[in-house]
């Protein structure tokens, strides 16, 4: 295998619920959900009898063709979140690269961008993936030193800053659309100040722009919403990207929502993906988005969240700076630099499954079926495992 991911100690076998076994049959409690992607519970058996059943009758014949899954599939995603229309694909990043082409096309056939000129811009901090385009808008030199030469036209402004937003878009006159986590994963789960999204989505407005919001890692009742931009009133992005727990965690599957304003600016032939919307990946997220709606995690999420951060800001330990969450989306911030690494490989050795983004912080993301018992269970993991460092 190729040398791009840091693995941890573990070597999973087998995974359920929030449980995860390894080769050696050691027990872990998994707080990281396969970066979100496990909102339903690992192997969710209802997920699991879709794609069995679907595998066996059709895969993927292939867009060129109609198929009896995905239109059932797009109508389910358009009745639940309002939009007129869903473009699938398959990773997070797919999906964000379409926002992208959507929002230049727009601009350049709605907006009236000179041809070449269109910016889409994007807040310092963000993640949105590794490919050439996605590293091209952001300001992480791990992911983007010594891969030049980059796609131009994304500009950054800093994230949560309403003022710097306003002048960007007063100075730049071709920006066609800012894309933005409602909070930042990858960042350290980063939430914005109340408000921020609905305001920016105001000065956007002003200056005939789109929103993009991505919820490839907050979606699907993460942070105790069906979308993450649901903790904001009033307020509905022009285009919203989903991925990772579209599928619960079993395939690839993500997709672009938008308004046909939007959408239908590209036309057959000018985009597409041989997998996207295939037949199985779309009777698969049909049932994925079912379980979250009759399985109400999104109420879960929202109280079982809440007790979590309740109960990480009651550890005592000298090396917690702050603890945040919305949903059960949360981290805990340590105050020494160089120790977030240690502190999760002892975590895993200790049986509780989860990892560190950047340097400081613990991201604590477990599927939303956890209990209560267990969210208990994984903090006094955590307490325990901080004690070893003091």
């Not at 910016?119 to 030049?148: H, Q």
């Not at 006159?173 to 894309?179: C, D, L, S, T």
């Not at 895993?348 to 956890?370: E, F, M, Q, S, V």
Request: glycine residues 8%; contains cysteine; hydrophobic residues 35%.
């Amino acid at each position: 295998m190729a040398h791009n991911y840091a693995v941890l100690e573990p070597v999973i076998a087998r995974a359920e619920r929030c449980w995860m076994w390894d080769v050696e049959g050691k027990k872990y409690l998994d707080f990281h959900s396969g970066y979100c992607s496990a909102n339903q519970g690992h192997c969710h058996p209802k997920i699991v009898d879709t794609l069995i059943r679907q595998v066996k009758i059709l895969t993927t014949p292939s867009r060129a063709f109609d198929n009896d899954q995905t239109g059932a599939y797009a109508e389910l995603m358009c009745k639940t979140f309002g939009y007129d229309k869903i473009l699938p694909s398959n990773s997070g990043v797919e999906a964000c690269e379409s926002a992208v082409k959507l929002a230049r096309r727009w601009g350049y056939v709605v907006k009236g961008v000179p041809e070449n000129k269109a910016e889409v811009l994007f807040p310092n901090g963000c993640f949105w993936g590794r490919s050439i385009t996605a590293i091209s808008g952001c300001d992480d030199p791990m992911r983007y030193e010594k891969f030049g030469p980059f796609t131009p036209g994304f500009p950054l402004v800093p994230y949560n800053d309403l003022d710097a937003l306003e002048k960007m878009l007063e100075s730049h006159p071709n920006i066609v659309a800012y894309m933005t986590e409602p909070i930042q994963g990858e960042g350290g789960v980063i939430i914005p100040d109340k408000g921020y999204l609905r305001e920016a989505h105001k000065l956007l407005k002003k200056h005939n722009c789109l929103m993009i919001c991505d919820e490839i890692q907050t979606g699907l009742g993460r942070t105790g919403k069906m979308l993450c931009v649901h903790h904001e009133d009033d307020f509905r992005p022009d285009m919203v990207t989903l991925g990772k727990s579209t599928s619960g965690g079993l395939l690839p599957l993500s997709l672009v929502m938008a308004d046909d304003e939007v959408m239908l600016t590209i036309k057959p032939g000018e985009h597409g993906s041989t997998f996207g919307g295939n037949a199985l990946a779309c009777a698969v997220g049909k049932t994925a988005l079912e379980v979250i709606i009759e399985e109400d995690l999104c109420k879960k999420s929202e109280e079982n969240g809440a007790f979590l951060v309740r109960e990480l800001k009651n550890i005592k330990s000298k090396l917690i700076k702050e603890a945040r969450g919305k949903g059960l989306f949360c981290s805990l911030e340590l105050n020494q630099k160089g120790l977030g690494k240690h502190v999760i490989a002892s975590l895993n050795r200790n049986g509780l499954a989860c990892k560190n983004t950047h340097d400081t912080t613990i991201r604590l993301a477990p599927p939303l079926i956890t209990t209560k018992e267990e969210l208990t269970q994984g903090v006094e993991i955590i307490e325990k495992t901080l004690k070893e460092f003091e």
